[in-house]
């Protein structure tokens, strides 16, 4: 990503009231990935992000977005009348008042989910958020960016995805995963780039590394249209 993007990008945010939200959109759908997929699910997806993985299927979260007052945001969301929401993006650990408000939703005993790019620390997110963390692969394009130091704050419960967009990211993977033990520690996720890899492909490198892991779709954009929006 050159410089110039990323500072617009975060310009963004520069301008922001303090303690209110940068908020793409708002809207209920079918979780389409994780150990939560098929469920109803409310998403409150943050404008602005500080990556560009290559194949990001949200870019239109980098540049728009509404000031919202977070106690809006809650009341939002509670009008739907669904137990599951995430927290998703853009990157949403970029704005400090994603915390709070994940832990005001807890504490109306919603389950919420974080689902984050794995490149900013997640030290002080309330420990009832399940948490589903990228560890981004060489082909990403931001592989270098990814915290380590997260590995140590993620609970046995929480989920880490590996977008695979070639065989290289497979093997890549599959590396990570046993260098670091993640088969044992956590909830571990492959998910396809959608038009780069096949399910059936992955499915077989899957089969053949032996890992016990789990490979998902995204089931979203088999019952939407894949380039669809707020999905
Ligand atoms: S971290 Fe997520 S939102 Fe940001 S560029 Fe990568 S895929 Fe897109």
Not at 37 to 47: H, K, S, T
Not at 67 to 82: G, Y
Not at 170 to 175: E, I, K, N, Q, S
Request: hydrophobic share 40%; charged share 25%.
């Amino acid at each position: 990503m050159s410089t110039q993007h990323l500072s617009h990008r975060l310009k963004l945010l520069e301008g922001k009231p303090p303690g209110q939200l940068l908020i793409h959109e708002i809207y209920r759908s079918v979780q389409g990935e994780s150990t939560y997929a098929g469920l109803p699910c409310v998403f409150v997806r943050l404008a602005v992000c500080d990556a560009r993985c290559v194949w990001c299927d949200t870019p239109h979260a980098f540049n728009q977005g509404d000031i919202w007052n977070p106690a809006d945001v809650v009341e939002r969301v509670l009008q739907f009348r669904c137990p599951l929401v995430e927290i998703t993006g853009g990157e949403p650990l970029l704005q400090p008042e994603v915390l709070p408000l994940m832990t005001d939703l807890s504490d109306r005993r919603l389950q919420v989910l974080l689902e984050t790019s794995g490149m900013h620390s997640l030290a002080n997110v309330d420990r009832r958020v399940h948490i589903i963390m990228d560890l981004k692969c060489p082909d990403s394009g931001e592989c270098s960016r990814n915290d380590w130091s997260n590995l140590d704050v993620l609970k046995p419960t929480d989920e880490i995805k590996f977008v695979i967009a070639s065989r290289s990211d497979f093997d890549w993977a599959a590396d990570t995963i046993r260098h670091y033990n993640l088969e044992q520690r956590f909830q571990v996720l492959l998910s396809p780039v959608f038009d780069r890899v096949t399910p059936r492909q992955l499915a077989d490198w899957l089969l053949d590394s032996g890992l016990h892991v789990r490979m998902q779709l995204q089931l979203h954009k088999y019952i939407w249209d894949p380039k669809a929006r707020g999905v």
